[in-house]
Nanobody, 115 residues
Framework: QVQLVESGGGLVQAGGSLRLSCAASRSISSINVMGWYRQAPGKQRELVATITSGDNTNYADSVKGRFTISRDNKNTVYLQMNSLKPEDTAVYYC??????????WGQGTQVTVSS
């Protein structure tokens, strides 16, 4: 069994920055895609950003130019969030698509941006 462990959420004022991290509990297979998603109260979960094993990135239009996804050469993905806005408030989830076992989700971390 592999778990994804997230960290880095919290409360920040508008215009501030946060950095989220997500690490797999153990190396079980190569990872095809790492991503971040978010879910605000009363809304559906939405894609924030993804990064492939070849370092191709994809961003939601709402975060382009403010958020940056990156990964290390092991099992950790990061989301640097700058110029945060109140509408970025949500629970953020990481997602890994492992080559051998498919998709796994983290437990979620709360990000709250005050105005």
């Amino acid at each position: 069994q592999v778990q994804l462990v997230e960290s880095g959420g919290g409360l920040v004022q508008a215009g501030g920055s946060l950095r989220l991290s997500c690490a797999a509990s153990r190396s079980i297979s190569s990872i095809n895609v790492m991503g971040w998603y978010r879910q605000a109260p009363g809304k559906q979960r939405e894609l924030v950003a993804t990064i492939t094993s070849g370092d191709n990135t994809n961003y939601a239009d709402s975060v382009k130019g403010r958020f940056t996804i990156s990964r290390d050469n092991k099992n950790t993905v990061y989301l640097q969030m700058n110029s945060l806005k109140p509408e970025d408030t949500a629970v953020y989830y990481c997602n890994f698509v492992f080559r051998l076992i498919g998709s796994r989700w983290g437990q979620g971390t709360q990000v709250t941006v005050s105005s």
